[in-house]
């Protein structure tokens, strides 16, 4: 089984900190994606990534990046956290043409 | 403040029943679609996919259609049961990349 594994379930930060969500894959999957969700909006793509160092803006980039140093690592990182970051974050990985595995999700909130 | 949110259309059934979930895509283009099962405090779960050149297909107890003339996919979840109980999107996907782009969402409530 694919196993996709968020780091963090819950965090709580303050506005202005720096917060990273780390994930990671272990079925050495090419494709990695952040996605954010929010009550009736669906989920929305941040960034993804196709190939280690390789990075693409999603639709919703704005105060975020992201770091693929090693091909199961990808984290989402949050430069100066504002209060409309509040959401949840969905790691997904994929091969080459196939279906998204998603983690169990990391529930944000800034306060 | 607080934003508020979309409220998600939700879907009831009796348990025993059918339910079909309905998911209209936006790109012509879109050649490969999934629909994924999201329960209370989890990441979501794949069900069953598409590709475009087909316009049915069918799993456990699960069937998604698709009419590509009116950009409209289907979920088909046949005698549902409480554990079927979950937010329910399609996604389809748009370009090379793999990205998938999601639906807003439907709640299904399953009333044993």
């Known amino acids: 089984d694919v196993k996709v594994t968020q780091s963090s379930r819950y965090l709580v930060k303050r506005t202005g900190e720096k917060v990273f969500l780390e994930c990671v894959q272990d079925?050495?999957?090419?494709?990695m994606f952040w996605y954010r969700q929010d009550p009736g909006l669906g989920l929305r793509l941040i960034y993804f990534?196709?190939?280690?160092?390789?990075?693409e803006k999603g639709d919703i980039p704005e105060g975020y990046s992201v770091s693929r140093e090693k091909k199961e690592r990808f984290s989402l990182i949050l430069e100066s956290a504002s209060t409309n970051q509040t959401s949840m974050y969905l790691c997904?990985?994929?091969?080459?043409?196939?279906?998204?595995?998603f983690g169990e999700g990391s529930r944000l909130t800034v306060l | 403040g607080e934003s508020v949110g979309l409220h998600l259309p939700t879907l009831s059934v009796q348990e025993g029943d059918n339910s079909i979930i309905n998911c209209a895509y936006s790109?012509?283009?879109?050649?490969?679609f999934i629909w994924y099962k999201q329960e209370s405090g989890k990441g979501p779960q794949f069900i069953i996919d598409i590709r475009s050149n087909m316009d049915k297909r069918q799993g456990q107890r699960v069937t998604v259609l698709l009419n590509k003339t009116v950009k409209h996919l289907s979920l088909q979840i046949a005698a549902t049961q409480p554990g079927d109980s979950a937010v329910y999107f399609c996604a389809e996907r748009r370009d090379n990349f793999n990205k998938f782009y999601f639906g807003s969402g439907t709640k299904l409530n399953v009333k044993p």
């Open positions: 990534s196709y190939d280690v160092k390789m990075k």
């Open positions: 079925m050495d999957h090419e494709n």
């Open positions: 997904a990985t994929s091969p080459r043409g196939g279906e998204l595995f």
């Open positions: 790109n012509s283009a879109s050649d490969y």
